[in-house]
């Protein structure tokens, strides 16, 4: 793991106060989240967080660390963005209670396998999110009807009468298609 991906995790750490939290989202397993919260805390020379049985707090000297954690983030993707492609990261719009196995498989596999991060947007109208620019993904109940012009699709789930499917920009291109083509795999 690549000192870059061990700060994502250590920020995704900050801002939820949990490691096991952290580790389910991210696919990887708690052990390897704790050991990437400790190779950083061993970089900057001092604890970042304390651990309860209530969750991982801050500490008081951390937010200084975080600070220049985030710059070095937001400077190291402005790099990577050099390379023509928009997307930072991929984002999965959803809406509570439809997240299909085989996505959230999906996507562990490949937040453990690539530097592009994949992360879910929990929301209201999925394609809405999709449409506006919120999200590179859109889980979405299909009912026959066809999705708005412009966006493609693929079934993700089908029980009985309902049938779930990804929502994406037709077309796509880069990491958006390198994910469509690893999730036909799987």
Known sequence: MSEIDRFRLVLAVARSGSISEVAQLTGLSQPTVTRAVRATERLVGFP?????????????????????????????????????????????????????????SAMAHWNREKMLPAKLIECADPVAELRAGGAEFAVAPYSGTPFPDGLDHRPLRIIRTARLDLVYAAAPTGPIDEFLQALALA
């Open 48 to 104: 970042l967080f304390h651990r309860t049985p209530d969750g991982t707090l801050r500490t008081g000297d951390a937010a200084k660390a975080f600070r220049r954690i985030e710059s070095i983030l937001e400077n190291y993707d402005a790099l990577a963005a050099l390379d023509d492609s928009p997307v930072t990261v991929l984002r999965f719009a959803y809406r509570e209670g439809e997240l299909p196995t085989i996505l959230d």
